[in-house]
């Protein structure tokens, strides 16, 4: 069985977290040291389990690469938040859309990484997420072609849409 050793400064960690806890619940203080430590083995005997990361960067070099909605998405709204917020005039024969496409794209603000791509459908009738699609990782250089295909769904092409509109439509 593979060993896992602690720093002095990591050892001192536990026992003011024991130390803490005892102070309410001594049993609890054991509990969650024994918990610690059976995590502690299992790393030490499974270093690949979980899922790997880059490193964490500073909120500087990531950012919100964009945000669209659907063309339309704010027909039949009264939106009280701030009305210069974009939208695409639908043309006589698209319907009034229930449901608007909200795709949001995180990645870091440099050219060329991947990004992280998550969506939402949204009920713009009584103002809630219909459905989300979990976060997904791809190409920046595949983003455009996302967006696209993600619209393809919805009448109309996408609007790109400050972060606030997506946040708002979204919560």
Known sequence: MPRYVLSQAATGDLHEIHDYIAADDPAAA????????TTMHRLADQPGL?????????TAEHAVLGCWVSAGWRAGLTVTATQDWPDRERSGTMPVPALVGVPVAHGPRRAGGDVSVCGY???????????????RRMSGRRLP?????????FAGAPVAAPNELARHLAA
């Open 30 to 37: 054991r509990r969650v040291l024994e918990d610690l430590h």
């Open 50 to 58: 979980g899922h790997l990361r880059e490193e964490r960067a500073s």
């Open 121 to 135: 459908r949204v009920d713009t009738h009584c103002l809630g997420v219909e459905d989300a699609r979990p976060p």
């Open 145 to 153: 072609e996302f967006v696209d295909r993600y619209f393809d769904a």
